[in-house]
Every structure is written in structure tokens, then in C-alpha cells.
């Protein structure tokens, strides 16, 4: 008896901690209350409202567009005759061009008792439909479905990668995508390791019980070698920047404008350039810069070294990944720094090696290369994101703001923590 009242009393307080967590952190229910009436008012309307005429009163079937399908023969696969799907064409023109239709996007046709014609509904994409109207004066308009915004929380651990895990976790995978783009200067997602962990306040769009888009990242902190990256999202100051670390430092980094002090560009980007050396007219995706032998070469930004070897006509090669977006290389050094290897982290600013005429050369020079998610972009055209720190006199604003977005983490930990314990009571 004396087991079963601290029982009582145990759940009893814990019942009290859970109410007073939920009520402090409420925002993160699986949708906002705005969101719950619009649906309700969906549901209660019905279909026939949404659509704008009574389907429950026609005989509906449904198919895909096929290979080589267009708008004019669907409506005749469908008994209209040419004529009919002409005249309906001149009515789409205002809001669509049925050059737009797209093979294996779903449809669902309306017949009357006799067998005519009477709506076709067409899915343009997840969220919108055109509903056109077959019988004369010939009609169309389009229905938006509704959606639900959601303010979620993903914790997800690295054991196998981080898409397995994601939907391990049921959290979308589209989540990875804006957190590749905050993280894309701090991050390394083709080198995550089993125990890196995500966990992040995100808010997802939801159509037709199916997430379309993960909408916004608020807060987010990337766990590596018990080292925690927090980014959070503080959009009060002009600049375009939205995500900042722990210190008000912009998550996006500067790359260095060039690596090396030259005197001249002596050879741009092309893909047409006539080779000084074979005269053959080849690709040149990379810039020359001029300068003496023994010039120090800088890595532009952080990254880890994936090559550093004798490369044929490119000569002594370093090779450097920044994060899943770009990577550099540096060709036709004399030489290496000394220490450098491969896998070895490097900062921005750091010497990597020297200015030679190494390979397939004329003379010393750097051939600078860029590529962005593996294709070689023009490095003077590069967009280097700026890396302006908060204003001083954003700063407590900004504290508060990371301070609360800890503070609903911490309260839906507890309330997980908590839901474990009255699973074992």
C-alpha cells in the first residue's frame, strides 16, 4: 500500500511538471489553432464547395497524363469532340497554358448520367488544382488546397547517415536541405560521423497529410566530438543574414577575394581557350595568376585536404574541400608547406604551398580552380557571402532570442524525459 501512494504521489507531480511544460511550449503541438479551425471550416464546407460544383451528383474516374499526351487529345480520350476542346483552350489562356501539362500528373474526370463531360480537375502540382468546367460558356479557376503550417522539433543521432536516420526518426527529409545551406560553412555533410547529432526547431508545411516544404529553421545545434554548434535565427538586422553562432558571427563565411598576392591575371576563365603549350583550343576552367616562383598560395577558406599529389599537366596539386558546396584546387606549385597531409584541416589564410611552374606549364604561375557542387564555376565571378557580424546594439535582442529557443528545446526534452517515466511507472 505504502508502494502504490508514492506511486500516486510520483505520478502526481510528475502530471503537475508535464502541464506547466506544455503550457510554456505549447507552439510545438503537431499544428498551430489557426491552422486547426481553417481545417475544420475545410472539412465542414465539403468538397463541393472547394471545387466549386457538386461532385457527389457525377460519376467520376480518375487517370495520369500519358507520354505524348496533350491537352487537346486528353479532353478527347475523355468524349469531347475537337471542336469542344478548342473552344475550352480559349478560355485557359488567363490562368493556364495547357503547353504546361505535365506526364504523370493525376486528373479526375466528372461525366454526367449521359455520359458528357461535365468537370475535369487537374492536379497542377501538390497544392493546386485546375478545375475547368467542360460545358459551354466553358469556364476554369483554381483551387489551392489547404495546408498546415507545423512548428516541429527533430533530435536525430547519426548511426548509419543522416537520411536513414531522418526517417528513422520520422522527421522529412527535407530538412536536410536547409540545414546543408545553414551549415554549408561550418558543417561537412559528406563527412558526418555515427554519434553527430541534430537538433533543431523547424517549422513544415503540410498538404493532404504530406510535408511539400520545411519552411523555416529557427533554431538548430549540430553535436560533434561533444563539441555543439548552436545557429540560430535572428532576422532584425539589415544584410540579408539569418542564421548567426552562439558569438553573433554570420553562419556564412568570406572566402579570401584571391589566394596569393599577384601581379597580373595572365589567363581567365574560358571554354574555348587555345592552350599556350599545345596551341589545341581547350576548356580553361580556372584562373592564372602571375607571380614569382616561391609566391605563397593560401587556402581561401577552411577545409580539409583531399588531395595533395603530381597531377601530370597540372603539376603539384592541392586539393582542398570546404564543406558540401565547394572545393579548390591549386595547380603548378614548387612545393607543399611543410607539415601539410592529406585529411589535415586547414584555415582561411593558411599557406599551403608556393608558386612554381610545375607540370604543363610556360611559367610560374597559380592555376586557381572552384567548382560548386562539382561543377567548375569562374572564381572572379564567385559569390562569397558576407560574413558582417551582429551590431553591437542588436546583441541583447539576439541573446534573448537564442536564450528562448534553449528554453523550448529544454522543455521538450523534459517532457520526452517525462513521457519515458510514465511509461515505466
Given amino acids: 500500500m505504502k508502494m502504490d501512494t508514492n506511486k500516486a504521489l510520483i505520478i502526481s507531480v510528475l502530471l503537475l511538471v508535464a502541464v506547466a511544460g506544455f503550457s510554456s511550449c505549447g507552439r510545438y503541438s503537431s499544428s498551430t489553432s489557426e491552422d486547426v479551425v481553417e481545417q475544420q471550416f475545410q472539412e465542414q464546407e465539403g468538397e463541393s464547395h472547394v471545387l466549386g460544383f457538386d461532385p457527389d451528383s457525377l460519376r467520376c474516374t480518375d487517370g495520369k497524363v500519358k507520354s505524348g499526351q496533350f491537352f487537346s487529345n486528353l479532353l478527347g480520350s475523355l468524349g469531347m469532340t475537337a471542336q469542344q476542346a478548342y473552344n475550352l483552350t480559349q478560355v485557359c489562356d488567363t490562368l493556364f497554358d495547357v503547353r504546361t501539362l505535365r506526364v ?10 449521359d455520359d458528357q463531360l461535365e468537370y475535369l480537375v487537374y492536379d497542377r502540382d501538390r497544392m493546386h488544382q485546375i478545375v475547368f468546367d467542360c460545358t459551354e460558356p466553358y469556364d476554369l479557376w483554381i483551387y489551392e488546397k489547404p495546408v498546415v503550417h507545423n512548428e516541429k522539433y527533430a533530435d536525430v543521432t547519426i548511426n548509419s547517415s543522416l537520411w536513414n536516420d531522418m526517417l528513422a526518426a520520422d522527421v522529412s527529409p527535407l530538412l536536410i536541405l536547409s540545414l546543408s545551406d545553414i551549415y554549408a560553412w561550418t558543417v561537412d555533410f ?44 535572428y532576422d532584425q538586422q539589415d544584410g540579408g543574414n539569418l542564421w548567426w553562432n552562439e558569438k553573433g558571427e554570420s553562419m556564412r563565411k568570406a572566402f579570401l577575394k584571391a589566394p596569393l598576392k599577384f601581379s597580373r591575371i595572365s589567363s581567365g576563365f574560358s571554354y574555348a581557350r587555345k592552350h599556350p603549350v599545345t596551341r589545341k583550343v581547350q576548356p580553361h576552367t580556372g584562373v592564372d595568376y602571375a607571380a614569382p616562383k616561391g609566391t605563397p598560395v593560401m587556402t ?82 564567385m559569390d562569397s557571402p558576407p560574413a558582417e557580424p551582429l551590431k553591437q546594439e542588436n546583441m541583447e535582442s539576439f541573446i ?15 517532457q520526452s524525459h517525462l513521457q519515458t517515466l510514465f511509461e515505466l511507472l
Avoid at 104 to 113: E, I, M, P, Q, V
Avoid at 302 to 329: C, L, P
Fill in 104 to 113: 504523370g500528373n493525376t486528373y479526375k474526370a466528372y461525366f454526367s448520367s
Fill in 190 to 233: 559528406f563527412g558526418l560521423q555515427k554519434g553527430d547529432r541534430f537538433r533543431v526547431l523547424y517549422q513544415e508545411t503540410v498538404c493532404d497529410g504530406d510535408v511539400i516544404a520545411v519552411d523555416t529553421v529557427r533554431y538548430a545545434v549540430f553535436s560533434h566530438s561533444w563539441q555543439d554548434f548552436p545557429a540560430i535565427m
Fill in 300 to 381: 581561401i577558406g577552411d577545409g580539409v585536404i583531399t588531395s595533395m599529389k603530381y597531377e601530370g599537366a597540372g603539376g603539384n596539386t592541392i586539393r582542398i574541400r570546404h564543406n558540401s558546396v565547394y572545393s579548390t584546387a591549386y595547380l603548378h606549385l614548387s612545393g607543399y608547406a611543410k607539415g601539410l597531409k592529406v585529411g589535415q584541416r586547414v584555415r582561411q589564410g593558411d599557406v599551403i604551398g608556393y608558386v612554381g611552374s610545375t607540370g604543363r606549364s610556360t611559367g610560374p604561375h597559380l592555376d586557381f580552380r572552384v567548382w560548386k557542387n562539382g561543377t567548375p564555376i569562374n572564381p572572379l565571378k
Fill in 400 to 414: 534573448q532570442t537564442w536564450q528562448s529557443y534553449q528554453h523550448q528545446i529544454d522543455m521538450i526534452q523534459a
